[in-house]
């Protein structure tokens, strides 16, 4: 296949979703992965409606036994994975540290830190045999050590500890035409954001898109939003 191809996690609803329809519209194709594969299939098919490419596959990044079984999957058909897009996330606690149970925080970090590492871990190394990639891990301000507030700990704590992911993965891959950011997609109308919230899922998807599809000279190692640095 001439098309990149691009891992979206978490693509069958929210953000996930509409990054897998946004990337596809520039002629990537798109291995939709969510824990259920009808699921994943939902997001693929609409995909294929509008012209696209795309297909469907169970991947349930708590768990690495499914994570090695989607890799055994689909590396020995794509060998070059252009873009992966960690998005997958869960938001678990609420209120103060004290009410934060440690099934919250393992739960949490579970699939927000070590579902994103064990994937980038391998995928990171598929970029670097073929020279060039894209890794884009979906954080949230919440994470920022420049501005970090009470409540909300475990969910704070697993995207403070994904940022400092983005910059292994930058340090490590330095040298090759790998990109790796973290980007922050702001406060999105989703499952996870509530009806509140202040932006659009296709504002919220903007940045990611961007980053994953970053020319040679484009940023990496940075922490981003609205396609601007901000603090860690």
Known sequence: MDKKIAIVTGA??????????????SGIHILCASRK?????????????????AEAFALDVSDPDSIDMFLEEILPKYPKIDILVNNAGVYLDSGSIE??????????????????????????????KNGYGRIVNVSSGMGQLYDMSSGYAAYRISKTALNALTRILYSESSGKDIKVNSVCPGWVRTDMGGKSATRSVEHGAETIVWAAQLDKSGPSGTFLRDKKEIPW
């Open 99 to 128: 009410s934060t149970t440690l099934e919250m925080l393992q739960g949490t970090l579970d699939t927000n830190l070590i579902g994103p590492f064990l994937l980038s871990q391998k995928i990171l190394g598929v970029m670097k």
């Open 12 to 25: 069958s609803r929210g953000i996930g979703e509409e990054v897998s329809k946004q990337l596809s519209k």
């Open 37 to 53: 594969k009808e699921d994943s299939e939902k997001t693929a098919s609409s995909i294929r409606k509008e012209g696209g490419s």
